[in-house]
C-alpha cells in the first residue's frame, strides 16, 4: 500500500514557478514508476511527466523544456518543477505511482495560472 500526498500548488502569474511535491509512504517507493498527472474542469486527466525507479523520465510534448520531473528516493519523495508556467497549464496536479500500472493516487494539488 502507498499514500501519496501532494502539495506546493497555488496561484502564480504566466512565466512564474512553482514546485510540486508529492510525498510518499511505504517501504517500497523507489520500485514504482512515479508520475505527475493534471486535469483541468472539463478536460479529461493527462499525463504531465514520469520517472521511472531507474530515473528515465518522459514528458509530455506540451510541457518539455519548461517542466523537470525528479525523486529522491531516501525522502520518498517526487518532485515536479514548473518554469515558465502559461495559463493553460492551469488544472489540479496529481501523483501517481504505478509498477506499471498507476495504481496509488494522491488528492491532487491545485495549479492556477493568471494570465
Known amino acids: 500500500q502507498v499514500q501519496l500526498v501532494e502539495s506546493g500548488g497555488g496561484l502564480v502569474q504566466a512565466g512564474g514557478s512553482l514546485r510540486l511535491s508529492c510525498a510518499a509512504s511505504g517501504r517500497t517507493f523507489s520500485s514504482y514508476t512515479m508520475a505527475w498527472f493534471r486535469q483541468a474542469p472539463g478536460k479529461q486527466r493527462e499525463l504531465v511527466a514520469a520517472i521511472t525507479s531507474g530515473g528515465s523520465t518522459n514528458y509530455a510534448d506540451s510541457v518539455k523544456g519548461r517542466f523537470t520531473i525528479s525523486r529522491d528516493n531516501a525522502k520518498n519523495t517526487v518532485y515536479l518543477q514548473m518554469n515558465s508556467l502559461k495559463p493553460e497549464s492551469t488544472a489540479r496536479y496529481y501523483c501517481?505511482?504505478?509498477?506499471?500500472?498507476?495504481?496509488?493516487w494522491g488528492l491532487g494539488t491545485q495549479v492556477t495560472v493568471s494570465s
Open positions: 501517481g505511482a504505478g509498477r506499471p500500472v498507476y495504481t496509488y
